[in-house]
């Protein structure tokens, strides 16, 4: 019987050399160490962090490539999960190929210099970034935003994570603002970040020690 095999960023139908890094009865995770056939959707991937970076999972292969590996992923599940064994069409609804996402989760690395990132794939390590192709232009500027606060210090070092979403029209941000505990004044946090980010619409500001505060803006 075979033992189904787990490589991550391997496309269907290359040859690899890998190196098996986790094994269970029936299960087998591997690191990818050589590429003997590539894929013909293989890509160079638009980011530099891709494959180190937990963020992203297919910026390797052709964007239409990426579709059809959803469209398949999702029959998949419906099978697997559902017991839907459908063989019909799935007509996918894509958005663009970069620049789409409008949520994002940010953590804090405490390094020196301190920064935001994302963690590594299956990790607790957070690789710092500056800057992130996937995100809308409205995360990405109050990404940029952020993590000039984070780097500079003037982000409190209790927090631990930041969430963000922009609506549909890419103007208006709403944070989530995760901290150990509040060792300054809400008024005080919920003024750092409305001067940090002019589209800032709410904010959540979160005492892991204590309750959440709800701290909305203004309706503009």
């Known amino acids: 019987m075979a033992i189904p095999f787990f490589a991550p960023y391997v496309l269907p139908g290359e040859e690899i050399r890998a190196e ?14 050589e590429i003997f056939k590539a894929n013909p959707a293989r890509v160079k991937p638009v980011c530099p962090h891709f494959g180190t970076c937990g963020g992203c999972h297919y910026q390797h292969a052709s964007y239409q490539a990426q579709v059809n590996f959803k469209i398949e992923i999702l029959r998949e599940t419906l099978s697997r999960m559902g017991g839907v ?60 935003r952020l993590q000039e606060i984070t780097r500079s210090a003037a982000l409190p070092s209790e927090v631990l ?28 946090l919920t003024r750092l970040f409305h001067d940090t980010v002019p ?3 709410s904010l ?17």
């Open 199 to 201: 589209a800032l619409h």
């Open 161 to 188: 994570e930041i969430e963000a979403f922009v609506d549909s029209s890419d103007q208006k941000i709403a944070l989530n603002v995760a901290f150990t505990e509040f060792r300054n004044p809400v008024p005080e």
């Open 204 to 220: 959540l500001l979160l005492d892991q020690k204590r309750t959440a505060s709800n701290c909305p803006a203004p309706v503009t």
């Open 85 to 144: 064994n459908s063989t019909g069409e799935i007509t996918p609804h894509t958005a663009e190929p970069l620049h789409y996402r409008n949520r994002a989760q940010w953590a804090v690395s405490n390094a020196n210099p301190r920064a935001l990132g994302y963690y590594l794939p299956e990790s607790n390590a957070i690789v710092p970034i500056d800057h992130c192709d996937v995100l809308s232009p409205g995360l990405a500027d109050t990404f940029a």
């Open 20 to 33: 098996i890094t986790s094994r269970k009865k029936k299960l087998v995770w591997a690191k990818p160490l």
